[in-house]
């Protein structure tokens, strides 16, 4: 039954204690608590606590686990538990390296946890080679590239089939062998610790991964994996209307499978520059446009920028500073279907701030005749 105590207390070390300093930890408090030295039952139960702590604090999968999901997690990964098999065995750090972040791993993890880990004895589900991995990387693109859709070629590492073997992970001429360590059961029985104490279960067999049977001869290329890790270009289409954030699911683009087994996907994520001239709500687009006094006044047609050009408004006569028109479909373009949004054009009424001499009189002149001149008592309202 595993201690309730925290592990790194039981040793007194800290969260970042070395591998040596643990060592050195454990080995003073296993010295202390010895059952040889003829101790009360508290010493043995601290002795075993010792033990507990430092089989998970040494091993650093097992660390890394227990820092993440605690005594759970750490105890997932029974003995036996090998490189590829069930419990953190498929959790590799490195898997984590190179284009983003790998969710697919993770989605294993819990997989793992969940169906390995815990089965009560009820036997393990027969799983073949396991699925490749998901991948996620992220792209930037143009604000334009956003309108009108854009092809990107991402470079990434990924496990890829194998070629010598063509993803079989069997040398060439090798015949395909009943596994010599589960006996083609495709099941090994391991002792594994749980909440419940020590229980032995069946779990998959690491070496076949359930298959029972395997090559005789591994493919020296991928070591009988069927794949390689190989650096590949993929070539994402981008359609328009993508939004900032969105994620693109290349099915199959993922890493390749164990020995033929499906390949994971890739999951790019598009991130958008924002655009200098327009503000972007989904497919509306909003747009700023600077007018003059007079065409405010007597109203004018003026060119606005849309999405992918241009076009014409017309502003009508005694139009304020701040209001807003919509051009129909010409915002962003809606996303894998026809049509756009629209654009809000909101015009401002520049006021000039160089006149010549004739432009001021002329103003000056309005000023006294037609200008929007404050109401009687507007002033004496305000307290001005
Ligand atoms: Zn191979
Ligand atoms: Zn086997």
């Excluded at 207390?9 to 930890?25: E, R």
């Excluded at 993803?167 to 360590?181: F, W």
């Excluded at 069927?226 to 683009?253: C, N, S, W, Y």
Aim: overall charge positive; charged content about 25%.
């Amino acid at each position: 039954m595993p201690t309730s105590r925290d592990y790194y207390d039981i040793l007194g070390v800290g969260k970042t204690a070395s591998v040596s300093d643990v060592k050195k930890a454990y080995r003073k408090l296993a010295h202390k608590y010895h059952p040889d030295k003829g101790g009360t039952a508290e010493d043995e139960k601290k002795f075993k606590e010792v033990q507990e702590a430092y089989e998970v604090l040494s091993d650093q999968q097992k660390r890394a686990a227990y820092d993440q999901f605690g005594k759970a997690g750490a105890h997932g990964a029974g003995p036996g538990a090998g490189p590829g098999g069930a419990g953190f065995g498929g959790f590799n750090p490195q898997d984590f390296a190179g284009q983003g972040f790998d969710f697919g791993n993770l989605g294993d993890l819990f997989e793992q946890m969940f169906t390995g880990g815990f089965g009560g004895g009820g036997g393990t589900r027969r799983r073949g080679p396991s699925r490749g991995s998901d991948l996620q990387m992220t792209v930037t693109i143009d604000f334009d590239e956003a309108v009108r859709g854009v092809t990107k070629q991402v470079s990434l590492n990924r496990r890829a089939t194998c070629e010598t073997c063509g993803g079989s992970g069997a040398a060439k001429g090798s015949k395909i062998v009943t596994c010599d360590r589960c006996g083609g059961q495709g099941q090994v029985q391991v002792t594994r610790r749980t909440v419940l104490g020590t229980m032995a279960q069946v779990a998959e067999c690491p070496e076949c991964h359930g298959e029972g049977k395997r090559p005789e001869k591994p493919c020296p290329a991928c070591a009988g994996e069927g794949r390689k890790q190989k650096k590949e270009t993929l070539t994402v289409e981008i359609p328009a209307g993508i939004d900032e954030g969105q994620t693109i699911r290349i099915q199959g683009a993922g890493e390749a499978g164990e020995r033929g087994a499906p390949s994971g996907h890739a999951y790019v994520i598009v991130h958008v520059k924002p655009s200098k001239v327009f503000e972007r709500d989904g497919t509306m687009l909003g747009v700023t446009v600077p007018i003059s006094f007079p065409q405010a006044t007597l109203g004018d047609t003026v060119e606005v920028p849309t999405a992918t050009g241009k076009t014409t408004l017309k502003i009508p006569a005694g139009t304020q500073s701040g209001e807003t028109f919509t051009v129909k479909g010409q915002g962003m373009p809606k996303l894998n279907a026809a049509g756009a949004g629209d654009l809000k054009v909101t015009v401002q009424v520049a006021v000039p701030q160089k006149l010549t001499a004739e432009e001021k009189r002329l103003v000056e002149e309005l000023g006294r005749k037609e200008g929007p001149k404050p109401k009687k008592g507007f002033l004496d309202k305000l307290g001005l």
